[in-house]
């Protein structure tokens, strides 16, 4: 694999304190360019829908579109970290549908508080990623298959555990508003929103200023050279795929609190979703490459696509058509960069 990197793409690990190596003035345009093009897109986007249909830019339709983003981009930012170490998390949405009926359980079953019930939630989704980092770091079995295999467990607890009813928090009014509820007078934003900017924030802060992103865009960029380098890569593996899964535990905790119940049903689909707008943001699938900023655009990207093409009264199956496409053209622009990286 070649050592080209970008801002956000590390040739090895470093020393705690140290900036990550490889981080060069070409790496850091190459990096600032894509993101640039990634947020032109958006814009162009929401320009064309506006000009299509006016009411696409009034306010309750584009808070609308940011709530629509909310549980999306939580997922894809855990999936961030995954990508880029190289694998792959297809659990993320049924997982988060288990940490949803959990929640449920909490609050609803066990008469929890609330603060409990929430924090429950993000730790189940913990519980999940450390399982399935443990299965892939120490059992050897591909990020693909183990995750594959995660996916249907949780679907499957989330039926049982339900007993494949909706559980309702009838008799936990708050929780309604920890997603719809409205934190900051005078705001139209929903407090999801701002949860997963919040979100945003600290999972920046963990890849670009730690250990721990420095090791993840390392294991991502070359595996062996940072085992040889004398980091413990499987565990680290394990910490990445736990660390997902707070923001997959997360994701289920405000979309129970958006339904104001916990649909055992839900999930399946999410985490394609999630990885698409991981890809569209610029997060390589080879591994060592992507950046936060580029996923919170490119899950917007998604949801501007996907909420102007239902405004302009597109079918949905033309929908899927349209979202598909964008997401193969995404991945050949990947492709396409990635050689001319290793070409120069």
């Known amino acids: 694999m070649s050592t080209t990197t970008t801002e956000t793409r590390a040739a090895g690990p470093a020393a705690p304190g140290e900036p990550p190596q490889g981080t060069g003035l070409l790496g850091r345009l190459r990096s600032s360019l894509q993101q640039m093009l990634a947020f032109v897109s958006l814009i162009v986007l929401f320009i064309f829908f506006t000009v299509a249909n006016p009411d696409f830019a009034s306010v309750s339709n584009i808070s609308g579109i940011l709530l629509a983003t909310a549980v999306i981009g939580i997922l894809a930012l855990g999936t961030t970290f995954v990508i ?25 079953y066990w008469g929890l508080p609330l603060w409990v019930g929430v924090l429950g939630g993000i730790a189940f989704g913990a519980l999940i990623g450390l399982v399935n980092g443990s299965v892939i770091s120490f059992l050897g079995i591909p990020p693909f298959i183990a995750t594959l295999a995660m996916m249907m467990v949780a679907q499957g607890l989330a ?23 409205r934190s900051i007078p005078g705001l139209v934003i929903p407090n999801a ?36 380098s004398g980091i413990n890569v499987r565990r680290w593996q394990v910490i990445v795929y736990t660390v997902a899964g707070c923001f997959t535990g997360l994701a289920g905790v405000i979309m129970a ?24 943001g610029g997060t390589s699938l080879q591994g060592g490459k992507g950046s936060i900023i580029g996923t919170v655009i490119g899950a917007l990207i998604m949801s ?39 070409s120069t």
């Open 159 to 181: 039926l049982v555990i339900s007993g494949t009813k909706p559980i309702y928090f009838t008799e936990t009014p708050g929780f309604f508003n920890v997603a719809m509820g």
């Open 257 to 280: 609190s958006r339904l104001s119940s916990a649909q055992p049903g839900q999930g399946m689909g999410y985490e394609l979703e999630a990885i698409a707008a991981v890809i569209i």
């Open 193 to 228: 929103v701002i949860i997963m900017f919040i979100a945003a924030i600290i999972a920046w802060v963990l890849l670009s200023r730690t250990v721990f992103g420095r090791y993840t865009f390392s294991i991502g960029s070359n595996a062996e050279a940072t085992a040889l």
């Open 84 to 108: 880029i170490t190289g694998g792959i998390d297809l659990s993320i949405g049924t997982g988060m549908t288990l940490c949803s009926v959990m929640v449920g359980v909490f609050l609803t």
């Open 304 to 342: 501007v696509l996907t909420n102007g093409l239902q405004i302009m009264s597109i079918p949905q199956e033309w929908q899927k058509v349209v979202v598909g496409v964008v997401i193969l053209i995404a991945v050949f622009v990947d492709m396409v960069r990635r050689k001319r990286q290793e």
